[in-house]
């Protein structure tokens, strides 16, 4: 690369739970610069999930987000005019950033009436091992497992 790489910003942590991780998603979650309702959202999904599984609703959340983060994924490489899709495993930071965007996409998918409604069903979904997240994450590993043969054009 010609130019230097940018330099790391860092995110302030959350002012419920002191997590920059609740941060990372609330700016995910959040739609035309409204943090504050991001976090209302955020907070009120926690609760209600907490509710219903009778658990920690952090700790839920949180297994839910490692439920639903990937190992690996395919990218397209062009060999010699074929085009492959290579199996890669995903940088940790890569993995949380795609299971927040899944989660998210997902939760807005869903059929409740309200966000908060939703992101609490998709969250306890996650968690339990269910949900249209996770058949995402198992969609990828399926195909990364069936393009297995083209992994030695890793570059």
Do not use: C
Request: hydrophobic share 40%; net charge positive.
């Amino acid at each position: 690369m010609r130019k230097a790489k940018p330099k790391k910003r860092y995110i302030l942590p959350d002012p419920k739970f002191g997590d920059t991780l609740v941060t990372k998603f609330v700016n995910y979650l959040m739609v035309d610069g409204k943090k504050s309702i991001a976090y209302s959202i955020f907070y009120e999904a926690l609760e209600m999930a907490e509710e219903k599984t009778k658990e920690n609703g952090l700790e839920v959340w949180k297994k839910a987000l490692s439920n639903i983060s990937p190992a690996v994924e395919v990218k397209s490489r062009r060999v010699g005019g074929a085009t492959f899709q290579v199996p890669l495993e995903v940088r940790p930071e890569r993995k949380v950033s795609l299971g927040i965007k899944w989660m998210i996409t997902f939760a807005r998918k869903r059929g409740e009436k309200t966000m908060t409604e939703r992101l609490a069903g998709e969250i306890i979904a996650a968690s339990k091992g269910e949900g249209a997240a996770i058949k995402k994450k198992d969609d990828t590993h399926r195909m990364a497992e069936a393009n297995k043969a083209f992994s030695h054009f890793r570059f």
